[in-house]
């Protein structure tokens, strides 16, 4: 079996876990249990991984073709596939809690992949072959015929149940497959229902009510929303993807709904996306608040500060669990032979461990931002926190680090983590009199100044012309236009159009897409949309959002994108849906709205 383009699959959520269904109808990812849980369809990174195919029979052959889309401001995907025999269509969703509405949803998921079959025209043969397989791939289940013709799979921690709309269902030694015909105005509905060996059972839904109150969940939420700004469908698409990558039990949003797509194919730099970074916090944080979810980005807060709890002089991790779990210790799933022999496939992050001193200056950020809603007197454990990230910073900013691409050689003096420093301390003497007594505005003024005097004097090359990637190298890299969009220079001062220009010229494509280094073999779509806003930032207006339009054209055919962009090929690369690259392409969106804003 050859794996299908990353571009091909389209995203299932009930904010609790995802799922990635391809174009040819096969559910090829999903973690039922949450975002990073093991899989139970694992195929996205081996053939043998398991699957759930559902799709005509003659799929594939002459005048077959496909055609797709979500429902509006919802992911809740839409496949119809046009057959010589005629068309059919498969509505896919991961079902909301009955009766949950907009914020509710996914705080009480059930678990329940829903797959609803209707015929539109003519009569369509339909294949559909079910083969789980738990635990990475590890576990073949047992599969159970039952009298009302389900079937049941179990094996190890898992119990999954299958229904056809009361079809009788016949199972092999490990798998199960059916096919049946669709007349026009017919419909099947189809569930596979989640649940644990030792804990809560598998639910059984209606499919036929179930999608159509998960529809109505999400168009609950969408309405507690608005924006006003350029590009709104764009703007709402990419907001709803954030969405669905947000573990709604904490409010945590995890960077990615996969493990291990790679960076480039055949490489090594294939690593779990499926936690949540304090680095993305800020971030975030703006494309939340652009997208008008104020309650998300208070959620967001909170699941940060209890994550964080007290601290003393070790750094803070710059990510944790959905459920503020620190301990994220990476092993290798040796028996995955990885999308398209990418290996190793890995499941944890070892980034934990790893010093990133930009995480405080995020935090802090993320906190001046929402200082108006936290009060004029901060409670004692937002205190306790902003104080001790403050004090970090202040003892620690002068040290190496990993960066913010989280390097796994050597530490080196990254001029963005210095720059992140400097925000930090900048943040703690604008909130020092919401901190109490033990708050140190003069020195930390005196801190601040003398970071920005070094990372002026070392972070600057006179012979390129650029601010470089680390103090006393050469190397350019995209990193440096964040300083724009923190406010340490503005795009308007001579070094800094000079360094945009050279990014521009040395890093960027004829296609918009910008590399984070000379050696990079892809274009990072969110250096792209930090090149939107230096440009905007910069007084060329026009030049962005013709670079804005260029970058969104990249997102494949249902508005999704992965982290990267193969500069041979077109292709996406890199652990999909990304929610940096759909948090970059809100705040473009707005700063072309909003030039001054921020």
């Known amino acids: 079996m050859t794996q299908p383009p990353i571009s091909d699959y389209g995203f299932l959520s009930d904010s609790r876990s995802g799922a990635l269904v391809g174009v040819d109808g096969s559910i090829d990812w999903w973690c039922p249990h949450r975002f990073d849980g093991a899989s139970v369809f694992g195929r996205l990174l081996d053939p043998d991984g398991g699957h759930f195919r559902l799709a005509p029979v003659d799929a594939g052959g002459p005048g077959y073709r496909v055609e797709r889309a979500y429902r509006p401001d919802t992911l809740i995907l839409r496949t119809v596939h046009h057959t010589p025999h005629g068309s059919v269509s498969v509505t896919d969703a991961l079902a909301a809690e009955p009766g949950a509405r907009a914020h509710e949803l996914g705080v009480n998921s059930p678990a329940v992949l829903v797959r609803v079959v209707e015929g539109l025209s003519g009569r369509v043969r339909m294949a559909l072959d079910f083969a789980p397989r738990p635990e990475y791939g590890l576990l073949t289940p047992y599969l159970h015929e039952q009298p009302d013709g389900a079937v049941v799979a179990d094996a190890g921690p898992v119990v999954l149940v299958l229904r056809a709309g009361g079809m009788p269902l016949r199972a092999s030694r490990d798998r199960v497959t059916h096919e049946f015909e669709v007349s026009s105005g017919q419909v099947v509905g189809i569930d596979v229902a989640f649940g644990q060996t030792y804990g809560e059972p598998p639910v059984q839904v209606d499919p036929l009510a179930a999608l159509a109150d998960t529809t109505r969940a999400w168009e609950a939420f969408r309405d507690t929303h608005t924006y006003s700004g350029r590009y709104p ?102 028996h995955l032979r990885g999308y398209h022999d990418s290996r190793p496939v890995r499941v944890g992050n070892d980034a934990w461990k790893q010093r990133q001193l930009d995480v405080p200056g995020e935090v802090l950020s993320a906190v001046w931002r929402l200082r108006d809603y936290l009060g004029t007197t901060f409670e004692s454990e937002l205190r306790e926190m902003v104080l001790g990230l403050t004090e970090q910073v202040a003892a620690t900013w002068h040290l190496p680090d990993r960066g913010i691409w989280e390097t796994r050689d050597e530490e080196r003096h990254y001029l963005s983590s210095k720059v992140s420093c400097w925000l930090a301390m900048d943040r703690a003497v604008g909130l020092a009199d919401r901190l109490g007594e033990r708050a140190d505005p003069r020195r930390w003024t005196g801190i601040r100044d003398e970071i920005r005097e070094t990372v002026l004097r070392e972070g600057w090359n ?137």
Do not use: K
Request: aromatic residues 10%.
């Open 462 to 598: 006179d012979r390129i012309g650029a601010f470089t990637g680390s103090f006393g190298s050469a190397e350019l890299d995209a990193s440096v236009l964040a300083l724009p969009v923190a406010h340490f220079l503005p795009a308007t001062d001579p070094r800094m159009r000079s360094t945009i220009a050279m990014v521009e010229r040395e890093l960027g494509t004829e296609d918009g897409l910008v590399r984070r280094w000379t050696t990079d073999p892809a274009g990072f779509l969110l250096c792209s949309f930090w090149l939107v806003e230096c440009l905007v930032m910069a007084g060329e207006p026009r030049r962005a959002e013709e670079l804005f339009e260029r970058v969104v054209g990249r997102a494949n055919d249902v508005g999704l994108f992965s982290e990267q962009i193969d500069l041979t090929t077109g292709a996406q690369l890199g652990n999909m849906p990304q929610a940096l690259s759909h948090i970059g392409l809100i705040n473009a969106a707005w700063r072309l709205t909003e030039p001054n804003s921020f």
């Open 233 to 334: 469908e764009l703007v709402r698409h990419s907001a709803t993807v954030l969405t669905g990558l947000t573990y709604a039990r904490s409010g945590a949003v995890a960077a990615a709904l996969t493990s291990s797509l790679p960076e480039q194919i055949g490489g090594d730099r294939n690593y779990d996306y499926r936690y949540s970074w304090l680095r993305d916090f800020s971030l975030t944080m703006r494309a939340l608040w652009v997208a008008a979810c104020p309650e998300e980005t208070s959620r967001l807060f909170a699941w940060a500060a209890r994550s964080i709890g007290q601290f003393g002089d070790e750094p803070v991790p710059v990510l944790f669990g959905l459920e503020g779990e620190r301990d994220l210790s990476e092993h290798h799933c040796n």
